[in-house]
């Protein structure tokens, strides 16, 4: 079992900037390929970004191409999303999310999920 516990949401202006953690325990976090997904009252959760398990892929929403950067540290069990320029629709809970075969985005194929962390963005 994986657990995944995010960290580093809170309320900003547009245009700043934010750096989301995911801390993950239960398992090697070397075999885990992380993504990132939101979801926005009453919207559908989304994908962000996703990263393999060794770094050397990333994918990207078309939304956040650009301004979003995915990165880990296997040496500290952690993933992060740094966001930048950031926009009132930004505005969701950001979720962390973990699968030892599936690094793709669609949110169904995650085994593992964290619990959220919520961003707001005002203009």
């Known amino acids: 079992q994986v657990q995944l516990v995010e960290s580093g949401g809170g309320l900003l202006q547009a245009g700043g900037s934010l750096r989301l953690s995911c801390a993950a325990s239960g398992r090697t976090f070397s075999s885990l390929h992380m993504g990132w997904f939101r979801q926005a009252p009453g919207a559908e959760r989304e994908f962000v970004a996703t990263i393999l398990w060794s770094g050397g892929i990333t994918n990207y929403a078309d939304s956040v191409k650009g301004r979003f950067t995915i990165s880990r540290d296997n040496a500290k069990n952690t993933v992060y999303l740094q966001m930048n320029s950031l926009k009132p629709e930004d505005t969701a809970v950001y979720y962390c999310?973990?699968?030892?075969?599936?690094?793709?985005?669609?949110?169904?194929?995650?085994?593992?999920w964290g619990q959220g962390t919520q961003v707001t963005v005002s203009s």
């Open positions: 999310a973990a699968d030892t075969n599936y690094y793709g985005r669609r949110s169904v194929e995650y085994d593992y």
